[in-house]
T-cell receptor, first 116, second 112 residues
């Protein structure tokens, strides 16, 4: 069974440009999560999508946005790139939100975004 | 803000020895998960322990959870060079909305 996949592996942009990152979840998973791992800041939750809807958002400005498609894959868009957006962006997927018990999140290999 | 805090930040041991990493958190949780990350790449899910569990085993891994102290430990027995990686604990708050909150991680180095 294929795991979470992300593309591209690396992305180099200049300040002010837009970046689009893509994620395909594990088959059967409806929830997709985005996390940012920036040097010195650790892993920070960005966004959670489930069944095509944005369910939760971390403490990031509106220029970080995304969407989830009917096949549950997801895109993360970062507009007006700033130097501090340089980071590893990790996507994770899980089964949809349960009732009482939460479920494991499985991560992809990440996209390393470098903003020059 | 980071809920989980790992201790120690870095650990270096000889191959074959046991490695113990600790994690503390601040709020009530549903689950606590441990992940491994090699060389700044993706996270590998190691083990999930639910809030009503106290101990869980998976191969050479042993995880304990003490909800009264809001802490967890990850023990890797008979360490191997391939265990060299960063290890993170992640919690999802009982009243949260499915997001994971990660600690800063423990960098484990296994010396041959």
């Amino acid at each position: 069974e294929a795991g979470v996949t992300q593309s591209p592996t690396h992305l180099i942009k200049t300040r002010g440009q837009q970046a689009t990152l893509r994620c395909s979840p594990i088959s059967g998973h409806t929830s997709v999560y985005w996390y940012q791992q920036a040097l010195g800041l650790g892993l920070q939750f960005l966004l959670w999508y489930d069944e095509g809807e944005e369910r939760n958002r971390g403490n990031f400005p509106p220029r970080f946005s995304g969407r989830q498609f009917p096949n549950y894959s997801s895109e993360l868009n970062v507009n007006a790139l700033e130097l501090e957006d340089s980071a590893l962006y990790l996507c994770a997927s899980s089964l949809g939100p349960g009732t009482t018990w939460k479920v494991e999140q499985f991560f992809g290999p990440g996209t390393r975004l470098t903003v020059l | 803000s980071q809920q989980g805090e790992e201790d120690p930040q870095a650990l270096s041991i000889q191959e074959g020895e046991n490695a113990t990493m600790n994690c503390s958190y601040k709020t009530s949780i549903n689950n606590l998960q441990w992940y491994r990350q090699n060389s700044g790449r993706g996270l590998v899910h190691l083990i999930l322990i639910r809030s009503n569990e106290r101990e869980k085993h998976s191969g050479r891994l042993r995880v304990t959870l003490d909800t009264s102290k809001k802490s967890s430990s990850l023990l890797i027995t008979a360490s191997r060079a391939a265990d060299t990686a960063s290890y993170f604990c992640a919690t999802d708050a009982a009243q949260g909305a499915q997001k994971l909150v990660f600690g800063q991680g423990t960098r484990l180095t296994i010396n041959p």
